[in-house]
């Protein structure tokens, strides 16, 4: 008798799953991944083809998402595991290790700034902030932490006005399920920046519009279940009226593209997410300065509580352009100069074009 | 193909059973071997060539050699063929580069890819050839029966190295029961859990210890160890199961070989089929131990050098092939007696020598091999430990206790045991559960491996 169970629960599970897997229609995108899911392959003679097989049957298997939450119980709940896929679960907060420190990536930082700064006039007044990640702040004597002291001397080193921010935010300044700082915590950033940089910091009044539904990128990464977050934008009367150009989206002439709070990633709606090169025209300003920021996507959200402050800003993410290219499109003389990045990008800047 | 897959797990596997248990008992070889080719196919689309001839050729020699008077001379010819194309598919660019190095010329690589399973597959070709010039069995009946049992899938791509004699029954005419289908489904299962829950996440760990210091140059052969072993006796668990849902019974590959208290145990409980395929066809017919004592330290050295050097075209392999022939000689001229004497000591001698066996087996340069053990006894100048070292131990500390756990019989004795008592009833009831979870989990890890973040804007 248990044999004939055995039999029946196995065969049964397999052939219910298989069945379901074939009728159940294809998804075209995963959210979770932020990416298109592959389509069944056209069968070739090649050993790569049982791959790329193997690799739409899975990605289109029944419950996919469900199975997936499984093996992260099973990891922290039954293992004890205190991480999976490298996530951490940490007082609701969701943290992703960028562990170990990468010492050629961060040498190939030091030599991109080296780079753009000698392609600077000498009357830019250049400054360089280096944003800590958010696993900078984490309190648990566990974590295995990059050598963020390394990062901070050989930023040191570099020989620009470095401006440190690792004691002004912490852990609560992140969104919980995502990697970004939040905009409506940034003013104290602001504030530190302008005690260096003295563009006349003021208090000012925003409106904060919130978006309730926030699911940031390590939520899908984690694998586990729980409620979304809020993602805020900060606007007032100046934001509202900047004019923005973007060089990739030309239909887009505002600080924050709304729909983006429905796509795969809504922390897009600052300044329509990865874009190479954009500048921002503040017509309310009384101030003839420009500021130029060098930056990752952490600068999206800073930069609308710094347009106030200059007449124009031009952002360059040099991930998606190289110096070629954008010296074709501005000419240093005078500006403010900022490179903001975050130890992300210092641990991993492989990608940074010179 | 992998068994450890979705596509085999899922979508092969039910069409094969659907179709194989449907049609009469006749036509079932016919199936099982579209199925095996299929299933190489899939994997090794253009060497599936190589496999066919390779059947045809020892089916035509194991005839030649049971009718013809030549007996001798087709056997020659049918070993020249399995070990030359064994040779020129596995070994060539090996021989290449090493006249290179020898002879400092500059022979350039030839482009062959190694064909999937051909190890596996020529050895039991020959096997095959030569005990039918032993008269232990007599060629098989027809082609389909000798291409079943040559390319059958849950063998053929890693073992275990099934003897004709030991299936020749079963290709002919096999039961299938419900006790043998779900003994297969339990072994399966059990096989499946080995290589996805245990040996793919320690393979994982591996990979992230980066630190050198004393703790992580014992954890690494230590996990290595484990991680080929649960790698291993999963496949040949898997491949066993498979055979028992499809009627075949073949003999155990592992043992529990790390419970071993000497080497020359270990080498009793692991990988079994190959070590018993070079003990009957290498090391007896060169004299085997009824010899002298110099010709039979002669005869183990040159299966241990070739059994290093079948498991791969690398000098590794080779060093580890005559670490095992020291050992074993040593074992044999002396050593074993004092062992036997000793309780802790043995086992402490055998699983040392064992983790430090696996750690050559894993490091290709030699030169390296040296510098990994020397920071095992602290003859380098590393740290005791770092706390990468030590939040990896934390984190997989459960994980390590059920791979050491689970190398060991204890659960198959503790269950063996309840079976006798009351608790039989709970168990009966427990062991069914315990395999969809099993077959849950494994699902779970299988998909979880396929989730690839789009990373352009993460930071």
Redesign the interface.
Known sequence: M??????Y???G???I??IL?IIIPDKEISI????KLSIFPQFK???E??TK???Y???H?PL?EN??T???F?NYK??????N?NIYLKDNKIYKSN??TNYNSIDYFKEHIYKINSLLNTSNNTYIAIIP?KNYYIKDK?F?QIDYDYIYNEINNIGLNNIDLRTVLNENDYYETD??WKQENLSKIVKVLNENMSFGYKDTYYKENIYNNFYG?YY??S?IKRKPENITYLTNEMIDNVEVKYLENKNLNKIYNIENLNS??P??VYLD??SSYIELYNNYSTSDKELIIFR???ASSITPLLIKYYKKITLIDNRYINSNNFMNLIEFNNQDVLFLY?T??VN?SLSLKN | MLFSSISFIYYFLPLLLIIYFIIPKKHKNKVLLLFSLLFYFLGEPKYIIILILSCLINYIIGNLIYKNKYKKVYLIIGILYNVIQLLIFKYTNFFIENINNIFNSNISYLYIIMPIGISFFTFQALGYIIDIYRIKHKPAKNIIDFMTYICLFPQLIAGPIVRYYDIEKDLISRETSYEKFSEGIKRFTIGLSKKVLIANVIGELLKNLIDVNLLSSWLKPILYTLQLYFDFSGYSDMAIGLGLMLGFRFLENFNYPLISATITEFWRRWHISLSSWFKDYIYIPLGGNRVGKLKNLRNIFIVWCLTGFWHGASRNFIIWGLYFAILLSIEKLFLKKYLDKTKIIKYLYTSVLIIISFLIFNTTKASNIIIEIKNMFLLNNIPLYSKETLYHIKSNFILIFISIISATPICKNIINKLNKTKWKKTINILEPITYVILLILCTAFLIDESFNPFLYFRF
């Open positions: 248990k044999d004939k169970i055995i039999t629960i196995f065969v599970y397999i052939l799953f298989s897997g979770n991944e932020r990416r003679i090649s050993n083809y049982i097989l193997d690799t049957l899975v990605e298997f996919r199975y997936r499984i093996k992260a099973y039954v293992l004890n595991k205190l991480d896929n562990y170990p990640d566990n295995l990697t970004h990128v899908g990464e694998a795969f990633d922390y897009e997410g990865a990752d996507s952490f975050s992300l990008i991993n």
